[in-house]
């Protein structure tokens, strides 16, 4: 079974604070991907990472920054967290080897972070 | 951008009822994922399914490629199947993109 694991279920911060998010897979995958969830608003893409030391901006990259150091671990950043990035963070995995359709693009979930920041 | 719209937005069931989860999507899709969020927020994959049919226990979903939509069945429903129910495309790229989710409520 893909496993994939976050740092923290719950974590909070004071606005200002430099906060590290981190997320780990242990299947080997090129693609890893982080979100925010929030009421009324669903998921939406931060970043995502499809090989070591690579990244390209989601939707909402604002605020955020990655780091992909090692294959198996995807690391957000919040530089300087503030109010408005309270929310729950999701990390995610997926096989992707040729970029395009087939069976290995199935995206797995880890368990989330709720983030607060006061 | 693609479109991906879900309903009902809320449904209420009695234990043991069946009941049927709709996904409509604007475009043609690579992907096509159906997942369960638990109560601690822990999104979990129910079913792969960019076209056909598939089942897994109580649970079934079918996609229909041509016409644009995808059903998820739930058969015999107990307490345990609520939670929000997310469908996601991919079209191409890496991007997913989420429905607003059906939060289903079954009650004893």
């Known amino acids: 079974d893909v496993k994939v694991t976050q740092s923290s279920r719950y974590l909070v911060k004071r606005t200002g604070e430099k906060v590290f998010l981190e997320c780990v897979q242990d299947?080997?995958?090129?693609?890893m991907f982080w979100y925010r969830q929030d009421p009324g608003l669903g998921l939406r893409l931060i970043y995502f990472?499809?090989?070591?030391?690579?990244?390209e901006k989601g939707d909402i990259p604002e605020g955020y920054s990655v780091s992909r150091e090692k294959k198996e671990r995807f690391s957000l950043i919040l530089e300087s967290a503030s109010t408005n990035q309270t929310s729950m963070y999701l990390c995610?995995?997926?096989?992707?080897?040729?970029?395009?359709?087939?069976?290995?693009?199935?995206?797995?979930f880890g368990p989330g972070t709720r983030l607060t920041v006061l | 951008g693609i479109q991906v719209e879900q309903s009902p937005p809320d449904l209420i069931l009695q234990e043991g009822a069946n009941s049927t989860l709709r996904c409509n999507f604007s475009?043609?899709?690579?992907?096509l994922q159906w997942f369960h969020q638990n109560p601690w927020g822990q999104l979990i994959n129910l079913f792969y399914?960019?076209?056909g049919t598939k089942q897994n226990g109580r649970l079934s979903a079918t996609t229909v490629a041509t016409e644009r939509y995808s059903l998820l069945y739930i058969s015999s429903s107990q307490t345990t199947d609520s939670g929000v129910y997310f469908c996601?495309?991919?079209?191409?790229?890496?991007?997913?993109?989420f429905g607003a989710g059906t939060i289903l409520r079954v009650k004893s």
């Open positions: 995610a995995s997926s096989l992707d080897p040729f970029r395009g359709g087939g069976s290995y693009n199935e995206q797995f």
């Open positions: 299947m080997d995958h090129e693609n």
């Open positions: 990472s499809y090989d070591v030391k690579m990244k």
């Open positions: 475009d043609s899709v690579n992907n």
């Open positions: 399914i960019p076209s």
């Open positions: 996601a495309v991919r079209r191409y790229g890496n991007k997913l993109v």
